[in-house]
């Protein structure tokens, strides 16, 4: 899921951020970070978390008829992509009767189909917030609940620059994790 990649990245800095080496190299780090923010995510990296390494800055040069100078930057930084047969665990942001969907990071509305449910059964509530799946041990999986799923499918999707997938709760130790994250009632 997560890694860190090498990068290259044209940056330009504009006059009006230019100063002296200290004053530049801030302006040239806040560009880059900008640049990734806006990239968001990419088929071959997954999605930018944070940039954390610069390890190279070429030497600048003038772009003539307009004074911005442009750097090669040369920088590792964190990213985030979901591969298939790969474990999880994300949290619920929507259910309904054909499944769930779940965030994980970055990685925004992981669909749970119910096919990938195995012995869940669908509650309707009459406030929608309230809806969930139930298996026969009692386990209920519902809004802001954390579960543990497994990606069985990625798709890139171009248009919207960002990956889709698919998840399933079948398979061992895979569900709703009980109170995760709450303290200790024990003290």
């Known amino acids: 899921m997560f890694a860190e990649v ?8 504009e006059p009006h951020e ?6 530049t190299q801030r302006a040239m780090i806040r560009r880059l970070l900008q640049d990734v923010d ?5 088929e071959e990296h997954g999605y930018y978390v944070a940039v954390t390494t610069l390890e190279n800055v070429s030497e600048g040069k003038i772009r003539h008829g307009t004074g911005s100078v442009i750097f090669w930057v040369d920088f590792k930084c964190i990213v985030f992509r979901p591969f298939v047969k790969e ?28 096919k990938n449910m195995t012995g869940f059964e669908y509650r ?7 809806n969930s799946w139930r298996d026969s041990t009692g386990s209920e999986i ?8 497994q990606i069985v499918a990625t798709k890139w999707d171009a248009k919207d620059r ?3 997938a698919v998840g399933s709760l079948n398979g061992d130790l895979l569900g709703h994790l009980p109170d995760y994250g709450k303290e200790d009632s024990l003290g």
């Open 162 to 164: 960002t990956y889709l």
């Open 38 to 42: 806006t990239l968001r995510c990419s």
């Open 142 to 149: 519902k809004m802001n609940e954390v579960v543990r799923l």
């Open 124 to 130: 309707q509530e009459e406030v929608e917030t309230y």
């Open 18 to 23: 230019l100063g002296d080496v200290l004053h």
């Open 6 to 13: 090498d990068m290259r990245r044209l940056v330009v800095v």
């Open 87 to 114: 474990i999880v665990e994300a949290v619920v942001v929507k259910v309904n009767n054909h499944g769930f969907f779940a965030d994980c990071g970055p990685q925004e509305r992981i669909l749970v189909p119910k």
